[in-house]
């Protein structure tokens, strides 16, 4: 999980040696599965932030094997957390009720993140000042274990370190953006070859949190909206289709094996959904009718001549642009 950070300065904890979430493990047999149960608002700093703990807790475990932390923002670059046992419900709240200076996506946790943790790993961590035990500007790793946080290293930041390290993020955003652009064009001007009744737009362009950017793609009245990521790594993207197919477990994904290292499709009523990743690029695509029409009460999940119509017309962009990054 820490293997990228970037050391910033002589470690001043009494760890020296930079924490690997391998090395902090969670057992197999402390990995939940089952349903979040509501928590228990005990404190009354808990029952302070009930609404973001109950919507955070929903969302199921993602740290420490049975614990889900919930984040909200305090205030421009700050944010504060809790950890939700999704077996029991009591929550816990590290040392610290704040942490501030922490720009979303500072390049020194894992994958960008910032804070970072891992669903199978105990320990946590952030680029920042906490309110609370304050070292200064910098790395804070800590473990958890048995509702206690445990600072396990540090490293204190150094200004012109960082602002070489963000110098080269940002370099690597560039190249990123640049290369989605240059999938885009290539895009349109394959479709305009091969379906030249498909016309395309770029849309939106995300740098931070993630780098993506969204198109939109029109055929008489059918319309499939297109978000393209690019990731830090294939074993992020994969993470996220796995995401996709977790959260959105209620429909019937079938596999397409055109669309390389993973994809699938699934349609239904007036719907066509595509996932795909090539690489570090995830892709999704989601279409539909571009009218008012509204799905009846009794569309369940049946396929339908516009479905199979939507899943056709979003399979060939997906197939078109797929090829197209992978040969990029």
């Not at 961590?125 to 910098?138: E, L, Q, Y």
């Not at 737009?201 to 029109?218: L, P, Q």
């Not at 074993?235 to 977790?246: M, N, V, W």
Request: aromatic letters at 12%.
């Amino acid at each position: 999980m820490f293997a990228s950070v970037i050391l910033l300065a002589t470690p001043a904890d009494a760890q020296e040696k930079e924490p690997r979430s391998e090395d902090y493990p969670v057992p197999k047999s402390e990995m939940y599965k089952g349903k979040p149960v509501p928590v228990m608002l005990r404190s009354k700093r808990a029952r302070w932030y009930r609404t973001a703990l109950r919507e955070g807790a929903k969302e199921g475990p993602n740290f420490a094997g049975h614990y889900t932390i919930v984040t909200w923002g305090a205030g421009l670059g700050v944010f504060s957390l809790a950890v939700v046992d999704a077996k029991t419900g009591e929550i816990y709240f590290p040392p610290f009720k704040e942490v501030g200076n922490s720009t979303y996506g500072l390049p020194y946790i894992d994958k960008g993140n910032n804070p970072a943790w891992r669903v199978n790993s105990k320990l946590f961590a952030f680029v920042g000042i906490p309110d609370a035990n304050n070292k200064g500007m910098g790395l804070y790793v800590y473990s958890f274990n048995q509702g206690r946080f445990r600072l396990v290293y540090f490293v204190k930041d150094k200004e012109e370190d960082k602002e070489k390290a963000n110098a080269e993020w940002e370099k690597e955003i560039d190249r990123k953006l640049a290369t989605m652009a240059t999938a885009y064009t290539s895009l349109n001007k394959r479709l305009a070859e091969d379906y030249p009744r498909i016309k395309c737009f770029k849309g939106r362009e995300t740098r931070y949190g993630s780098t993506e950017i969204e198109v939109s793609c029109i055929m008489d009245n059918l319309i499939v909206l297109i978000n393209m990521e690019y990731l830090s790594s294939p074993d992020e993207a994969k993470e996220r289709i796995d995401s996709q197919l977790k959260n959105l477990g209620d429909l019937k994904w079938r596999k397409v094996e055109e669309l390389g290292d993973q994809g699938i499709e699934t349609d239904k009523c007036s719907r066509a959904w595509i996932r795909f990743r090539k690489g570090a690029f995830f892709v999704w695509m989601n279409a539909n009718l571009n009218n008012d029409e509204k799905e009846g009460s009794t569309c369940l999940s049946e396929r339908t001549a516009n479905s199979e119509k939507l899943d056709e017309f979003s399979r060939q962009i997906a197939f078109v642009l797929a090829g197209l990054l992978n040969a990029t």
